[in-house]
């Protein structure tokens, strides 16, 4: 039997108090709806899933292009009924219908899946998928007719009835339709309700009076159901999406001390026997090898890190690789384009940008390394500074192999150092170096014996007159 799944995204989302549209907030480093469609295309190809849209159209199709879902236009929010009437003519051809709401973003594509099995063996018309969290304020609540299994209605926050408050099982926002059923009944929708919405949740009881079969299966995982209406709501809903990563990387063989300090994103993977500190963020793309130590305060994004890498307290490392048995930091900052050879160091205050390193190449303390190449076992002595920026163009800096380059100096790009060459102390470098040479870039001393001192005394003698 063929399958669809509208996701519902177009309303405004006007309890954020946002300029941002609601299902383009994100939650461990993705936005709600990107969560919602990586659910359903688990499920289904992109080519079945409608995604709704209204509120700032163009910015939610923007963000969520590249999945390849298909886009059905709600030019006016009038509510979930009034959404689902507007993807009517695009589903029509399908047997069933799942309904997804995009601001619902921890549902699990297992979930979806029990309950098209249960609305199918129910063979009902419209399945509810609800559940019982520790407060239910503010969802619609199940109604169930006597027998347990099926449902009299759906009751809105607002419209609830004395007593119905107390009803603890609530509405998802989750759903599988029988099309035939639903589009038979779909227009009977009315607004006649507080909020003057088109409800689908109204369906329940239009159904239910028709004679139709409407059911509900109850999750038993209540967070995976939570809506995020609120900013309070999302930083909730947040909070339990990298807990479950935590927790996976965990049964994964990775030690997470204090998970609920540390913010890693769903996409991110961390080999076995790796240990991750408290207050650590791990986010975008990043890979992480085995036997690696990440410490307290570092923010590692988009970037791989090869096994037994040391990266120490408060380093910010973005769109980089290391290679394996790497230190880095404590305080390092490496920017996109740093590659960090094998058994390389970057110490603290070091800042690298476009920068290769070779395998054991050292810059222990206070320097800038950018647009630059570092052959390997090269030691760039403490605060010594690439000048990769005429004010104009950036220039290229390469280093040889093996090279001492002394410290407190500057290299002035373009340049070139070769192979085990040594560059003095204080050096202000800005012809090339050739391989094996020593260059110093400075002015000679001078001394000047007993200078001081004969300061002091004539200084002595003015204020004695
Ligand atoms: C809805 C349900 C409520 C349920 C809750 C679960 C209704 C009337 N109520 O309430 O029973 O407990 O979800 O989270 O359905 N949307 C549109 N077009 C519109 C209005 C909304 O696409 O005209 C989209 C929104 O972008 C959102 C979803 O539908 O993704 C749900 O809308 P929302 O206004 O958040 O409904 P709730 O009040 O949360
Ligand atoms: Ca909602």
Redo the contacts with the bound molecule.
């Keep these: 039997m063929s399958l669809a799944i509208v ?7 006007t309890r954020l108090k946002s300029q941002r549209p ?2 383009l907030h994100a939650i461990g480093g993705k936005p ?1 709806l990107g969560h919602v469609i990586a659910a359903a295309s688990q499920v289904i190809r992109p080519d079945d899933i409608y995604v ?4 700032h159209a163009k910015q939610v199709e923007a963000a969520i292009e590249s999945t390849g879902v298909r886009f059905v236009l ?1 030019p ?8 689902i009437q507007c993807a009517q003519q695009a589903i029509a051809e399908y047997a069933d219908v799942v309904v997804l ?4 973003p921890l549902i699990r594509p297992e979930t979806i899946e029990a309950l098209r099995s249960f609305h199918t063996q129910h063979d009902a018309a419209m399945t509810i998928l609800t559940a019982a969290p520790s407060d239910p304020h ?4 199940i109604v169930r007719a006597e027998n347990g299994v099926d449902v009299d209605s ?1 009751v ?2 607002k419209s609830l009835a004395p007593g119905q408050e107390k009803i603890a099982e ?4 989750i759903y599988v339709f029988c099309v035939a059923a639903l589009i038979r009944h779909l227009h009977q929708l009315t607004a006649g309700n507080s ?1 003057k ?6 369906m329940a009881e239009i159904l239910r009076r028709a004679g139709e079969r409407v059911v509900a299966l109850q999750a038993e995982e209540p967070t995976e ?3 995020a ?1 609120t900013i309070a709501e999302l930083v909730a809903l947040d909070a339990s999406l990298r807990n479950r990563t935590a927790q996976k990387l965990m049964a994964e063989g990775v030690t997470v001390f204090r998970p609920e300090t540390c913010v890693i994103d769903a996409g991110v993977e961390v080999a076995p026997d790796t240990v991750i500190e408290p207050y650590v963020q791990l986010l975008g793309r990043t890979k992480i090898g085995s036997d690696c130590l990440i410490r307290s305060g570092t923010v590692i994004e988009n970037s791989t890190l090869a096994d037994k890498v040391l990266v120490r307290q408060s380093c910010i490392i973005t769109d980089s690789v290391i290679g394996s048995d790497a230190k880095i930091g404590p305080f390092a900052h490496l920017r996109p384009g740093s590659e960090i050879g094998p058994e390389a160091h970057i110490g603290n205050f070091v800042e690298t940008k476009k920068a290769k390193l070779g395998r054991g190449a050292k810059a222990n303390h206070l320097s800038y390394i950018g647009d630059a190449e570092v052959g390997a076992a090269t030691n760039i002595g403490a605060g010594v500074i690439t000048c990769n920026y005429d004010g104009v163009n950036k220039h290229q800096t390469i280093i040889g192999e093996g090279v001492f380059v002394g410290s407190d100096s500057t290299l002035v790009a373009p340049i070139s150092i070769g192979s085990g060459a040594y560059i003095g102390a204080g050096s202000c470098i800005t012809r090339e170096v050739p391989a094996d040479a020593l260059a110093v870039g400075r002015s000679r001393q001078v001394t000047k014996e007993g200078w001081a001192a004969a300061k002091r005394t004539r200084r002595a003698k003015q204020c004695e007159n």
């Design positions: 996701i519902m995204a177009a309303g405004k989302g609601k299902v709600l709704v849209v209204g509120h709600q006016e929010q009038l509510g979930t009924g009034h959404a709401s995009g601001d619902v503010g969802y619609g609540r759906i809105e926050q609530i509405n998802s926002g909020q919405e088109f409800y689908l949740t109204d159901v939570l809506g209406n």
